[in-house]
Nanobody, 126 residues
Framework: VQLQASGGGLVQAGGSLRLSCAAS????????IGWFRQAPGKEREGVSC????????YYADSVKGRFTISRDNAKRTVYLQMNSLKPEDTAVYYC????????????????????WGKGTLVTVSS
């Protein structure tokens, strides 16, 4: 199983980026997916999680109203639309999935997810 996050880059504060998460070795459509990020010198934190149906979504308080998670089942891709970016959003962003399909702990925590992509770097300049 491999997850791949893409779409990172350098953007000015106030700008937007859209991250994508694709997978091989599993049917992404059947899995809850989480987006996490790790800034330099900080622990990895949960940003947003979405169930396989999209019926339950979690956002960290720091990104509510600015980030939107969604999924396109036809493309088997999960997106993280990031608007109004701030310098403090600078981090490596990862997507992750649990070991079991149709499983979501409801907590969007790193320990509940088993498959991790390599991450994509987002840099927001001031």
């Amino acid at each position: 199983v491999q997850l791949q996050a893409s779409g990172g880059g350098l953007v000015q504060a106030g700008g937007s980026l859209r991250l994508s998460c694709a997978a091989s070795g599993l049917n992404l459509n059947a899995y809850a997916i989480g987006w996490f990020r790790q800034a330099p010198g900080k622990e990895r934190e949960g940003v947003s999680c979405i169930t396989w149906s999209g019926g339950s979504i979690y956002y960290a308080d720091s990104v509510k109203g600015r980030f939107t998670i969604s999924r396109d089942n036809a493309k088997r891709t999960v997106y993280l639309q990031m608007n109004s970016l701030k310098p403090e959003d600078t981090a490596v962003y990862y997507c992750a999935a649990p070991r079991s399909h149709h499983y979501y702990s409801g907590r969007c925590l790193e320990g509940d997810l088993d498959y991790w992509g390599k991450g994509t770097l987002v840099t927001v300049s001031s």
